[in-house]
């Protein structure tokens, strides 16, 4: 038996088990571990794929199991997460939406849209280089990022700090607009371009290579704060440039 046709899938093993730690850190109320989580998930996530196309072992087996643990990972753990955070971020809040906790539910927005991207990605045969939709992996950072903003003091990691942001990502009704709409972003039809390298030359690369300089400029500057304006940034560059197929 050949091992190295199991790494693959070893690897989108140990995503979805990250997941299911994120789910666990949030029922806990360790809301920053539970985001860590998620970006340990993303990280098994695109290193399962590498590995695949570096051995050239591909799997039926393999690409079902890869969207059932991004479906976890990547839908369930965030929204699991912004809901315990809508429920923290509206307590005492004046405003009755608020007070009867309605806004987080808004959050099941994220698995249900998460679903319904992974089934059109599995059976949609142009999104082999480029996407239709925000990627699930991305829409969760965005959303993982949010406690790590909140709850991590950026220390002496970061050179400037934005102070609006803490108050901006501590609003209900914004976090709620945000669900909305990248929960839309998802499900919707604008290309999004791909982070995957077929040759590590400029051509062809141009978008991926200044999408990682501007994202390592940002992570110098702001840290933490980087990881939201980075995926923003991310969203609208493909809107900007965009490319099929």
């Known amino acids: 038996?050949?091992?190295?046709?199991?790494?693959?899938?070893?690897?989108?093993?140990?995503?979805?088990?990250?997941g299911l730690l994120s789910v666990i850190s949030t029922?806990?109320?360790?809301?920053?571990?539970?985001?860590?989580?998620?970006?340990?998930?993303?990280?098994?996530?695109?290193?399962?794929?590498?590995?695949?196309?570096?051995?050239?072992v591909y799997s039926?087996?393999?690409?079902?199991?890869?969207?059932?643990?991004?479906?976890v990972s990547f839908g369930?753990?965030?929204?699991?997460?912004?809901?315990?955070?809508?429920?923290?971020?509206?307590?005492?809040?004046?405003?009755?939406?608020?007070?009867?906790h309605i806004a987080p539910y808004f959050a099941l927005l994220i698995p249900v849209c998460s679903a319904l991207r992974l089934a059109k990605f599995n059976i949609d045969l142009k999104q082999a280089i480029n996407f239709i939709g925000l990627p699930t992996p991305a829409n969760a950072l965005f959303f993982a990022a949010i406690p790590l903003?909140?709850?991590?003091?950026?220390?002496?990691?970061?050179?400037?700090?934005?102070?609006?942001?803490?108050?901006?990502?501590?609003?209900?009704?914004i976090l709620t607009i945000l669900t909305v709409f990248f929960s839309y972003l998802l499900i919707s039809d604008f290309?999004?371009?791909s982070m995957k390298f077929k040759s590590m030359q400029?051509?062809?690369?141009?978008?991926?290579y200044i999408f990682l300089m501007v994202s390592l400029i940002l992570a110098l500057?702001?840290?933490?704060?980087?990881?939201?304006?980075?995926?923003?940034?991310?969203?609208?560059?493909?809107?900007?440039?965009?490319q099929e197929g």
Request: no cysteine.
């Open 76 to 100: 369930v753990a965030p929204g699991i997460l912004m809901y315990q955070l809508l429920l923290l971020t509206g307590e005492g809040s004046p405003f009755l939406f608020d007070q009867r």
């Open 202 to 208: 400029w051509a062809g690369n141009q978008l991926r």
């Open 149 to 173: 903003v909140l709850y991590v003091q950026p220390g002496v990691y970061s050179i400037f700090y934005i102070p609006g942001m803490v108050d901006f990502f501590s609003n209900p009704r």
């Open 27 to 56: 029922f806990e109320g360790n809301l920053a571990m539970a985001s860590l989580f998620i970006f340990i998930a993303a990280l098994l996530d695109y290193l399962d794929g590498t590995a695949a196309r570096l051995l050239k």
């Open 221 to 242: 500057l702001f840290f933490l704060q980087a990881i939201p304006i980075i995926i923003v940034l991310y969203v609208l560059m493909s809107v900007f440039f965009q």
């Open 191 to 193: 290309w999004i371009f």
């Open 60 to 71: 039926e087996l393999g690409k079902q199991l890869d969207s059932l643990a991004d479906l």
């Open 1 to 18: 038996m050949k091992i190295k046709k199991h790494i693959p899938n070893a690897l989108t093993t140990l995503n979805l088990v990250g």
